[in-house]
């Protein structure tokens, strides 16, 4: 086997086994990725998840968060549920622009999000009942 063969063998498997890791529930990149920008968004249903106060409190510019589909979600079958690091429920990906992620998370690409800006650490109002938390979404390619 010649070495551009090789080298392509070596990129076909590592992207498998990825894939595979992805799928069920580890986080990997390949060797040959990056991380493309795809939209910027507000966390939707915040303020109706319990304990919402304390979490985004936790929160900072930067943080990463996690995105996970909910297909058996009675509102909506095409849901994203936002989670941060600890996995804590913090919303979802608001339903008019969940479609085309959910199908890249359908077919095995590996979305999340980065924290930019809102309700969140020392700029949240602990009184405040209506909080806004924006990230923004990337995919791993």
């Known amino acids: 086997m010649n070495e551009e063969k090789k080298e392509l063998f070596i990129r076909e498997n590592d992207v498998l086994a990825v894939s595979f890791l992805k799928q069920n529930g580890n986080s990997v990149q390949s060797p040959f990725s990056r991380d493309i920008f795809l939209m910027h968004t507000m966390i939707n249903g915040a303020m109706h998840v ?40 913090l919303g979802y990906i608001p339903r008019i622009k969940n479609e085309v992620l959910y199908h890249l998370m359908d077919a095995g690409k590996y979305l999340f999000g980065i924290v930019k800006e809102g309700d969140i650490g020392e700029k949240l109002d602990p009184d405040d009942s209506w909080i806004e938390i924006y990230i923004d979404v990337y995919m791993v390619d």
């Open 50 to 89: 319990d304990g919402i106060h304390k979490r985004a409190s936790k929160l900072h510019e930067g943080d990463r968060v996690q995105l996970v589909l909910e297909p058996k979600n009675k509102y909506d079958d095409k849901a994203i549920l936002v989670k941060n690091e600890k996995g804590d429920k």
